[in-house]
């Protein structure tokens, strides 16, 4: 069994700062890439952020300059610090992980989500 916990939104006022974890637990054997996706209100989810085993990122265009994806391989989780909020970053935040639990057994987990609103 295989499980991702999420943590760390909240309400914030725009220009300020949130920083996003998802731990993943459970029967592991390896983890390769790790992404965060939002969907906000009305919007289909999109991709955040993601990054690989190596360390190489990605970021959506409205995002890039703000946002940092990062991970900790001991810990198995990946962070997302968000700076300069604004108002249309409010979403619920996903993490995405694929996650080897043995051969031939590689499945993709979602985190249950987590409300990160930004007032204006």
């Known amino acids: 069994q295989v499980q991702l916990v999420e943590s760390g939104g909240g309400l914030v006022q725009a220009g300020g700062s949130l920083r996003l974890s998802c731990a993943a637990s459970?029967?592991?054997?390896?983890?390769?890439?790790m992404a965060w996706y939002r969907q906000g209100p009305g919007k289909q989810r999109e991709l955040v952020a993601a990054i690989t085993s190596g360390g190489s990122t990605n970021y959506a265009d409205p995002v890039k300059g703000r946002f940092t994806i990062s991970r900790d391989n001991a810990k198995n989780t990946v962070y997302l610090q968000m700076n300069s909020l604004k108002p249309e970053d409010t979403a619920v935040y996903y993490c995405?992980?694929?996650?080897?639990?043995?051969?031939?057994?590689?499945?993709?987990?979602w985190g249950q989500g987590t409300q990160v609103t930004v007032s204006s």
């Open positions: 995405n992980i694929p996650i080897t639990r043995g051969l031939f057994d590689t499945r993709l987990y």
């Open positions: 459970g029967s592991i054997f390896s983890v390769n890439a």
